[in-house]
């Protein structure tokens, strides 16, 4: 028989695996990049892509016809090998991600995973031996019985488990039988067509698995969705137009929704009763404790004039009813009738007050709210000229890191704050937020302030 006959004998005989190695592999690139390319990493399409792809490569590696097509190559043996100890790892991957394996099986995936590169490092430094070979087979049939025995030991909870199963068993008998062939120098290749019956299974399992996360993950978005809907509603509206206060705020969360908090207990001519509050944590538990502060500051009201009184009731309100979150809390009452400031705080940064270009803190502290239930808070008193500058902020500001881990600081707040004394307090505010984002390396909380400008007493 001509060189050519034989070639096209051999061609004829490898076409069916020729076309499920091509099968497998491109199927596995497609799933590995949907895996990663997904706007969630989905760790199932991106194991299950691998363990397809190297599946593929493995089969083409097998037949005569890739050994006629490379005949100049000199370590095709040693690869024809060791591709064989790379194929288990992305499986035993691929069952864990996908919760398969169970509380006792997910400890032997790093085991099996160091187990199987071992024996792949090994063929490549030593060339194939039939001891390497055979430990694999071994190795690849007592995990393959193990995962037989662990899908019937669980009850199935859903149908994507049971046709998991299922799958699993029809692979690992077609794989039982080429792992236990090698012993017998039996050679019938039957275990891809086993593997292309499980390949379809564990799409189906995980195509369902990816829409019904797609699923929940969508649903989630429209309840943050609403979520920050309503902690936007919780926030008041802009500082009317007034003779005797310019106001700004600025809140910027480091996430969908936040913990930080600011309120205007009183809105007039002459007064002006200012809270800025920060919850403990970020998401959703921080902004429901948000919820709940702006609640107990509503109910205290009456003592907005009192900033020590205000403070206690707000404590009082949120003792034993934040799940162990606290929060810090600031507020200043400002008369203008009298051209005073009264403030009180609960653990937070100290009040800021800018006069002409001096920056002074203003640190009256009591214990943070809705930790203990015997809190006491006083109030300190300051006059107030005309032209003055007040700043409420959240520790995010002065807590703000750059790329070595130095923090943003008072100082630099101070600092920042009095450079901006000449500019409009709109702008003063979009100045201070913009410093302390461009010294730190990313938001690591929310930034949020108040800054106040007191114009003059009424006439």
Known sequence: MTEAAQFAALLQHDAPYLFLGAAFLSLGIAAAALGLLARRFNAMLLWLGVFAALYGVRLWFQLGTITLLLPGFPHLATVRQAINYLVPIPAFFYFDSAGFLGSTGRRIVVPAAVFFSALFAATIVLGPLPSINRANGIAVIACLVALAIQ?????????DFVLLRWGLCIFIAFALFNNIRDFFGVHPRTEPIGFACFLAILGYVTARRTLRRDQEFTGLQKELDIARNIQAS??????????????ATRYVPMTTIAG????????SESHAGLLIADVSGHGIPAALI???VKLAASSQKEHA???????????NAL????QNQFVTAAYTYLDASTGTLRYSAAGHPPLLLLRESAVTPIEQNGLILAAFDFAAYTTAQRDLAPGDRLLLYTDGLVEATNAVGTEFGLDRLSLQFAETRSLSPDTAADRIISAVQSWAQAQSDDLTLILCEYAAAPS
């Open 151 to 159: 899908s019937f030991e669980r009850k199935p909870d859903d149908r």
């Open 290 to 292: 948000a919820s709940m």
């Open 305 to 315: 004039d009192d900033p020590a009184s205000l403070l206690t009731g707000m404590n």
């Open 260 to 267: 930080d908090f600011y309120d205007f207990l009183v809105v």
């Open 319 to 322: 003792c034993g009813n934040t």
């Open 234 to 247: 919780i926030l008041p509206a802009p500082w009317p137009p007034s003779r005797n206060f310019r106001v």
